[in-house]
């Protein structure tokens, strides 16, 4: 399994912070080693007195791309998110750690899946998405999409062109009203062509459980349900 | 390590009154009990849910949930740190102390770690010096309230030494081994041992 475990210095070759809630941070990693859709990086921001903070983030990007692609989300003062959003410019070094994650919650055409991603987790699956787009295993992948409108789910265009399913719980898209992925329309997902044999959940707390729910409901084996799950819960 | 331009540390003014009790990477969360999971949550029903030691033991042992309850009472009541980087300041767990399991069952004197098991099919392994003397329960209660599905309820492993991926959900089985071998997340890139205080997040880690 491709686990890099030390500390390595990335350089931002680009950041874009299209609507002020998300930041596409595109890292140049020194001694870079390829991962697989689905894992993460570790970022670690260091002050001049050494104190440091460091989060997860979820790589958006195809193995292929020479950059490794991060999606961030502002939280409500969130120290990293925060710092990424309103300092970080193209040039400045951070610290990353990864591929990490292992091969649990990832995926490169081994099987027949359903990927449903909420809001921010989306992320991990966009790289899957992408991977299968180049290695011409799209038929292989099918993703359910899930955001309140189309401007807050993050790559949301892209997966619309890219034949992802798209479900909307606050404006309506296209003829499709406003609500979160109706059971019949996971079913057919998950069933057609031919039945999907993994599935992989990604958002937060309230969101995974919907969607593990609504998999179990389509006939999707608990066992074959790859949960990535984060936020509080009570 | 390069210093990260611009970058000062917003909530270390928050930290600096508990800076004995935040281990090196973390940050207090609050009250705020974010979880991590890896598989589809179950919803178990106590009273078809049991426990069992076993393996390296003179006699293997298994509660029910009754009879687990019906074992002398012990609480946890402190800190739990989490390798997603928060810690949880002044959490109160009850159940009972993982002393008074593998005492019933007579752990082998050649019984060194212990796989812990999942109904989920999750394992997490821990040398048994981290289970025994007071360090870790088996606990069906936090903060006073029955512990909810999505934290592992009915009943957990509570280690609160080590990272919180070392503290099964939904535990079901302690099994006793003369040599260590890797859990779940332990095969997937994370720590054999999970210290907190020594950064032990994963593999390659000091």
């Known amino acids: 399994m491709a686990t890099s475990t030390s500390w390595s210095t990335a350089t931002v070759a680009e950041v874009d912070r299209p609507d002020g809630r998300l930041a596409r941070v595109r890292l140049d990693v020194a001694d870079r080693v390829a991962h697989r859709p689905g894992q993460h990086y570790v970022v670690r921001l260091r002050a001049p007195d050494d104190y440091t903070a460091q989060r997860s983030y979820s790589i958006a990007s195809d193995p292929a791309d020479p950059l490794v692609e991060l999606m961030v989300e502002r939280l409500p003062d969130g120290e990293v998110s925060g710092h990424l959003h309103d300092v970080l410019e193209p040039g400045d070094q951070l610290e990353v750690r990864g591929p990490l994650g292992g091969d649990w919650f990832t995926w490169a055409g081994e099987t027949t899946a359903v990927a449903v991603g909420g809001g921010s987790g989306i992320v991990p699956i966009v790289s899957m998405l992408r991977y299968a787009a180049r290695t011409g295993q799209a038929d292989r992948l099918r993703v359910i999409a899930v955001g309140r409108s189309l401007d807050e789910l993050p790559y949301a265009e892209e997966l619309l062109a890219a034949g992802a399913f798209v479900a909307l719980t606050r404006e309506n898209l296209g003829s499709r009203v406003a609500a979160p992925p109706y059971p019949e329309e996971v079913r057919d997902l998950v069933d057609l062509p031919t039945p999907a044999e993994r599935a992989y959940v990604c958002g937060s707390v309230g969101f995974a459980s919907f969607a593990t729910r609504v998999l179990g409901e389509a006939g999707m084996r608990v066992s074959e349900i790859r949960v990535e799950q984060f936020g509080a819960s009570g | ?206």
């Open chain 2, 1 to 206: 390590m390069p210093v990260t331009r611009g970058f000062t540390g917003k909530r270390r003014g928050e930290a600096a009154g508990r800076s004995d009790r935040l281990p090196p990477g973390q940050y207090d969360v609050g009250r705020e009990w974010p979880t991590l999971t890896a598989e589809a949550t179950p919803h178990l029903d106590p009273e078809h849910w049991s426990i069992t030691v076993d393996g390296l033991v003179e006699k293997p042992v298994t509660w029910s949930w009754r009879e687990l309850h019906a074992l002398p009472g012990d609480a946890y009541f402190g800190d739990i740190h989490c390798v997603t980087t928060w810690s949880r300041f002044d959490v109160t767990f009850a159940g009972v102390s993982v002393d008074v399991l593998l005492e019933a069952a007579g752990p082998l004197p050649e019984a060194a770690y212990v796989m812990a098991h999942s109904t989920t099919g999750y394992t997490t392994n821990l040398p048994i010096a981290d289970l025994t003397g007071g360090k870790a329960w088996v606990v069906w209660e936090a903060d006073g309230k029955p512990l909810s599905d999505e934290h592992g309820g009915p009943v957990r492993l509570l280690v609160p030494h080590l990272y919180f991926w070392k503290s099964a959900k939904w535990v079901t089985r302690l099994e006793l081994m003369a040599r260590d071998r890797p859990g779940f997340w332990e095969q997937n890139g994370y720590h054999d041992r999970g210290d907190p205080w020594l950064e032990q997040r994963y593999q390659g880690d000091p």
